[in-house]
């Protein structure tokens, strides 16, 4: 990317309509203002989403902190590294930051920051919401770890299960601050989820027509679809528990009527959800790169869009799996068996078809090819021990054992880490214009793969032999003492696996090869700009004409002129064939989400001390909404051009 | 499928892709109304999200239901059905002025817009009024036992749709009032979608907690 233009030069410019002068009035309109005020009101996507991907990443490495520290507390039987109150806070913190501040901003973020170059726009539909819903993110992550490094960490596990995290057995703090951090990061998910869908529906670029969506682009409106039925229910139940908390409402207090179980269907039906919430995602990373690699669109596109939609349908009839244990009848035990059975003919499906793709293809096994083959090889682990679990009578044998942990871990870092961690070596190019070293890749790549059965699968082993989840030590004559230590010494392989990831990306950061527009002959319309991505995405808007749009135009593409370039425009399309349809204006960098999120951090916090807070919350909100829809000031040369709808009621 | 065979992906592509203007754009509308435009869209994302958020504190109320003998329970009162009917009539009937100013947005009438929505907006405070009052009508606290609890949670979570409406509305009224931008008559007409939206899932809401209660 060209550096900042220059009034000067601009004023020399003898061609208006050369490229150089219009990127140099395009990024006039589109850059973020300059300094820290420019940064805290910035409304362009890359920015947001880029500081929100650190921001998760952060979070990442201080959970994984906080396993490396309970692998080494259970390194040995009867030790005494770690006390039991300590480790209860460590394992809920952690549990909770990987999914709630982790794993659903993270994937959230990715797509934040490509879906709106892959279909071709310059920005997300609503720009103010998108930065609105990061910094609610933000308060909610640092709200999360204020309390555990001032000992007032949630300890009563991620899922929170009452009686235990109800006001009889959890009293203090702990718990609350774990009930509002989930409203704050469903908030920020809910927004974010929104931005994706109504981005993809109403801004795809002339010609890409639904057929012609990407995949990964399609994993992302299911996944926000998701979201946008799962996390509500996730943010009714926090905020009951909350209220029974707070001003002894009885939601789950079974001596007034009340309902544990309650709790638990609703946790599990966004919970169980929240697991393809993260995993599909992944799949359209891994779509993406293996396309890319295999150097063919993927095989059986229809097929493969199909099963990420039955997925997200399939996932939320499985929610009572995770409460087998209690007492349900028979045949809702029957029921939700098959249930979770039948997941795994989409998901096959999807798997097969990669596999035809690199089949029939000409594979390079590149770094981010590594992680997909990793991701099939952990998932497919990861899926069998689920089955083990989705049957009721082995379920009941171990449940709340070490069985657990290992399942979702492989799971969760096959289906999701591994892939991201594929897009990161994938998409750093595109996000710095910097090449990462192939080599320390590899080299980290392995000590991952290594390192995560090394850890994970003993604790696949430890549960079966009936080593309970959760606790904070256990006796030598139990004979879990080698498992355990070898499950350790696999945690090390994975941090220095971390570690040597983190080095590759500074060090590439610095001096990394320069990338140039497409280093890896991409297929999707990332890769027709610039690297890093100008503010403004495209110079012309293009125009797409085939699935895979870069390979199906080899020269010049065809685009789209007439956006103004004096204010932030995008153009709408229509929402199946993406027919050009209307010309939309953006607003200008601003600091009210800034505000409003600072209001209803202000609200949920202090509602947390005394319910009053709550209401000034709210009536600070109302002020910061009223600033965020009052009208900016008219530009020069404003006019609109009208339609009058052709209304029939007249 | 048939594999591309001119890809060279070894050799990537340094320098980015020729955009070609081959279509202009720069006489579309800019001000255009309902599912083509983004805010509409965006609307309809909060509603799933919040009939969502509804369905999840009426699926609770019939969840708890099951636990007791009778509904509501021993020694406490049913709620009252005045209020809460008049209530919902009065909703009900904000949606006419509601109607009305979407219409008149959709003409650019700028008179008629403001006078309908200033209607509708003093209806609708009084709506907000009456349900301030509706907490008073369910004659138990919300801390007496979980029915309390639930029925509560039903009138709350709708409650602070209810009162958003009502003060986006007042919002757009005064800007309209004062400014009248173009393009914020789409979001006007939007404006008065989610209240249609808004008194729909009162509906069903205003039965189970005011009506079931008397049927159980």
């Known amino acids: ?650 | 499928m048939t594999v591309v065979g001119d890809i060279s992906a070894e050799a990537g592509r340094q320098a980015e892709r020729p955009l070609r203007p081959v279509v202009n754009v720069s006489d579309l509308p800019s001000v255009v109304y309902g599912s083509r435009v983004v805010t509409w869209w965006g609307t309809v994302g909060f509603m799933a999200a919040e009939a969502a958020t509804l369905s999840a504190c009426v699926a609770s109320y019939y969840y708890v239901l099951r636990n007791f003998e009778s509904w509501p329970p021993l020694r406490t009162a049913l709620p009252d059905l005045f209020i809460p009917t008049i209530s919902l009539i009065v909703l009900i009937l904000a949606l006419v002025p509601t109607y009305l100013f979407a219409r008149a947005a959709k003409r650019f009438d700028k008179r008629a817009t403001v006078r309908w929505m200033w209607v509708a907006v003093v209806m609708m405070f009084i709506a907000t009024g009456l349900r301030l009052m509706e907490f008073g009508a369910l004659n138990v606290r919300w801390d007496a036992n979980a029915y309390a609890s639930v029925a509560w949670a039903v009138v709350f979570a709708h409650f602070t749709l209810l009162l958003a409406d009502t003060l986006e509305t007042l919002l757009f009224t005064v800007i309209m009032q004062r400014r009248d931008p173009a393009r914020y008559y789409p979001g006007v007409a939007e404006d008065a979608f989610y209240s249609y939206f808004m008194v729909a899932v009162w509906i069903p809401c205003y039965v189970t907690v005011y009506l079931v209660p008397r049927w159980v």
């Open chain 1, 1 to 650: 990317m060209s550096a900042q233009p220059q009034p000067a030069e601009r004023a020399v410019e003898p061609d208006p309509n050369s490229p150089a002068s219009l990127h140099a009035r395009l990024e006039q309109v589109w850059r973020n203002g300059p300094g820290l005020w420019g940064w805290l009101t910035s409304v362009n996507h890359k920015s947001i989403a880029l500081r929100s991907i650190i921001t998760a990443f952060t979070f990442f490495g201080i959970a994984g902190i906080e396993a490396a520290l309970m692998r080494v507390q259970l390194a040995r039987p009867e030790n005494s590294f770690i006390g039991p109150d300590l480790y209860n806070q460590l394992f809920t913190t952690h549990g909770s930051a990987m999914m709630f501040l982790f794993a659903v901003p993270m994937v959230q973020s990715v797509a934040l920051y490509f879906v709106p170059i892959m279909i071709g726009t310059r920005n997300v539909a609503f720009p103010r919401l998108n930065a609105f819903g990061y910094w609610t993110y933000l308060i909610g992550g640092v709200l999360l770890f204020s309390g555990l490094f001032t000992n007032t960490g949630p300890d009563q596990g991620w899922f929170s299960y009452v009686p235990l995290a109800g006001p009889g057995f959890s009293p203090g703090k702990r718990v609350d601050i774990w009930a509002q951090m989930i409203t704050f990061t469903e908030i920020a998910a809910i927004v974010a989820a929104i931005e994706v869908i109504v981005t993809v529906f109403k801004q795809r670029a002339p010609g890409m027509s639904l057929n012609r969506v990407p995949p990964f682009v399609w994993a992302m409106v299911v996944m926000s679809f998701m979201v946008l039925v799962a996390m509500p229910y996730v943010a009714t139940a926090s905020a009951m528990l909350a209220m029974d908390r707070l001003i002894a409402t009885q939601f789950f207090n079974y001596t007034e009527g009340g309902d544990a179980l309650l709790w638990q269907h609703l946790f599990w039906f966004f919970g169980h959800p929240e697991v393809y919430i993260i995993f599909i995602p992944g799949l359209g990373m891994v779509s993406a790169i293996v396309a890319t690699f295999s150097r063919r669109p993927v095989f059986g596109y229809t097929a493969v869009v199909l099963s990420l939609v039955a997925i997200g349908f399939l996932s939320f009839g499985l929610w009572v799996h995770h409460m087998f244990a209690t007492p349900l009848p028979q045949t809702g035990e029957s029921f939700f068996t098959a249930a979770s059975a039948m997941i795994a003919i989409p998901t096959g499906v999807t798997i097969f078809c990669w596999i035809a793709t690199i089949w029939s293809g000409r594979p390079r096994f590149d770094t981010p090819m590594l992680y997909v083959i990793g991701f099939i090889a952990l998932f497919t682990i990861g899926g069998l021990s689920g089955l083990l679990l989705a049957s009721v009578p082995v379920d009941l044998q171990i449940t709340d054992t070490d069985f657990l942990p290992g399942h979702i871990h492989y799971v969760l870092l096959g289906g999701m880490v591994f892939p991201l961690f594929g897009a990161l070596h994938y998409w750093f190019p595109k996000v710095t214009g910097r090449m990462m070293s192939e080599r320390l890749g590899k080299v980290s790549f392995w000590l991952l793969f290594v390192g995560v059965n090394v850890t994970f699968f003993p604790q696949l082993l430890l549960g079966i032999a009936g080593m309970p989840r959760r606790v904070y030590t256990y006796l030598a004559d139990t004979g879990w003492g080698g498992l355990n230590l070898t499950s350790s010494i696999g945690a090390g392989l994975i941090a220095l696996g971390i570690l040597l990831l983190v080095v590759n990306i500074a060090r590439s950061l610095a001096a990394g090869p320069a990338a140039g527009a497409d280093p890896w002959g991409g297929e999707t319309l990332e890769w027709a700009i610039s690297s890093p991505a100008p503010d403004y995405n495209f110079a012309y808007i293009p125009i797409v004409h085939g699935r895979s749009a870069l390979w199906a135009d080899t020269g010049d593409l065809d685009a789209v002129a007439g956006l103004r370039e004096d204010r932030r425009e995008v153009l709408q399309t229509t929402m199946l064939d993406a027919v050009p349809d209307s010309r939309h204006e953006h607003p200008d960098p601003t600091i009210v989400p800034l505000l409003t999120a600072l209001a209803v951090g202000v609200g949920l916090i202090w509602g947390i001390f005394d319910p009053i807070g709550f209401d000034v919350g709210a009536v600070l909100m109302f002020i910061a909404l009223a600033a965020w829809g009052w009208p900016q000031k008219t530009k020069p040369n404003s006019h609109e051009i009208v339609e009058v709808p052709n209304d029939r009621r007249r």
